[in-house]
T-cell receptor, first 118, second 116 residues
């Protein structure tokens, strides 16, 4: 079963618009970690943020912000005032800390392609 | 501090040949993970290794695929008798501590395998 769902396949915006990426996860663990990674056209994976299940404090870092809501099992990510360089595929990932057969492996969503045009 | 290194970056093999993908974790990292990204898909976990031990290989295909992380040297992902369906990007990641503690995994640039 898919544990991380990124329902948006592709989002296209014009530069300076805000873009919000949705991520819904599923786990029975009480302790888990959520991540966002970025994959630009060059192909490498860039770590953006990690949140543990006990830290629902939302955060803003520059143009990035995150909204973690355990009640809805969502971990959404927003880029404010998007730029062309933000064009990439963004992956949400889940790491379950206590499930023996998971051993902390990252379980990725299918990714959301963000296209920012000038 | 060099990041995770993978080589080769691009690998072309003909059907039936063997592919060897190498991964050198970040300095001080003793935990290595391999993931596969098939075209137009997300990343799928393959295997988790520590030095000289396979911790979790639940994502590895049952046949033709193997992985090792020896005491000395890089981690190796080996694919025997490759088929076209093996064409994908293979990413290696490393972490300094056990992943269950939620430590972020740092990814290498990936190896793009093309099977002709």
């Amino acid at each position: 079963a898919q544990k991380v769902t990124q329902a948006q396949t592709e989002i296209s915006v014009v530069e300076k618009e805000d873009v919000t990426l949705d991520c819904v996860y599923e786990t029975r663990d009480t302790t888990y970690y959520l991540f966002w990674y970025k994959q630009p056209p060059s192909g490498e994976l860039v770590f953006l943020i990690r949140r543990n299940s006990f830290d629902e404090q939302n955060e803003i870092s520059g143009r990035y912000s995150w909204n973690f809501q355990k009640s809805t099992s969502s971990f959404n990510f927003t880029i404010t005032a998007s730029q062309v360089v933000d064009s990439a595929v963004y992956f949400c990932a889940l790491s379950e800390a206590r499930t023996t057969d998971s051993w902390g492996k990252l379980q990725f969503g299918a990714g959301t392609q963000v296209v920012v045009t000038p | 501090n060099a990041g995770v290194m993978q080589n080769p970056r691009h690998l072309v093999r003909r059907r039936g040949q063997e592919a060897r993908l190498r991964c050198s974790p970040m300095k001080g990292h003793s935990h290595v993970y391999w993931y596969r990204q098939l075209p137009e898909e997300g990343l799928k976990f393959m295997v988790y290794l520590q030095k000289e031990n396979i911790i979790d290989e639940s994502g590895m295909p049952k046949e033709r695929f193997s992985a090792e992380f020896p005491k000395e040297g890089p981690s190796i992902l080996r694919i025997q008798q490759v088929v076209r369906g093996d064409s994908a990007a293979y990413f290696c990641a490393s972490s300094p501590f056990e992943a269950r503690q939620g430590n972020e995994q740092f990814f290498g640039p990936g190896t793009r395998l093309t099977v002709l």
